[in-house]
């Protein structure tokens, strides 16, 4: 079991996540892209003929899910556990160096900020509220 480090530092640094996988080869970088709903893996060296088992917690990508490699979209199932999901990946004998996930969700941008502004503005409303009162007629 070999494990990525730092995953989602591109979008959000405050929150990154770790994914462990099985593969012969060695995942060095990973992207989120939040608008296509993607998550690519980088491998240092190109992989072929045998199955990548990804276990990706569902903060990071929730399914169902389509794997895509630069040859092509290729054969994937999807389990999903407690608080992780399992996606075993099935590459043929064209080597690839990266396959990217495509899910119906991966990390949400600006989380953090998103939650403090609906905070703030909570507490503003209720502030004001109290100062001046509600008058029903």
């Known amino acids: 079991l070999k494990t990525v480090h730092h995953v989602g530092l591109d979008v959000d640094p405050e929150s990154t996540h770790t994914i462990d996988y099985v593969s012969t080869g060695e995942i060095i970088t990973t992207k989120v892209n939040?608008?296509?709903k993607t998550l690519s893996?980088?491998?240092k060296e190109p992989v072929a003929n045998e199955y990548v088992?990804?276990?990706i917690p569902t903060d990071v990508l929730s399914g169902p899910v389509?794997?895509?490699t630069p040859t092509g979209e290729v054969p994937a199932e999807f389990e999903t556990g407690d608080g992780f999901n399992i996606i075993t990946v099935q590459l043929d004998e064209e080597p690839v160096s990266r396959i990217t996930i495509q899910g119906?969700?991966?990390i949400p941008e600006f989380g953090a900020v998103a939650f403090a502004v609906l905070a703030i503005?909570?507490?503003s409303v209720i502030a004001v509220t109290r100062k001046q009162g509600v008058f029903l007629r």
Do not use: K, M
């Open 34 to 36: 939040h608008d296509g």
């Open 41 to 43: 893996l980088n491998f």
């Open 53 to 55: 088992v990804l276990r």
């Open 66 to 68: 389509f794997v895509r």
């Open 104 to 106: 119906t969700q991966v």
């Open 121 to 123: 503005t909570i507490a």
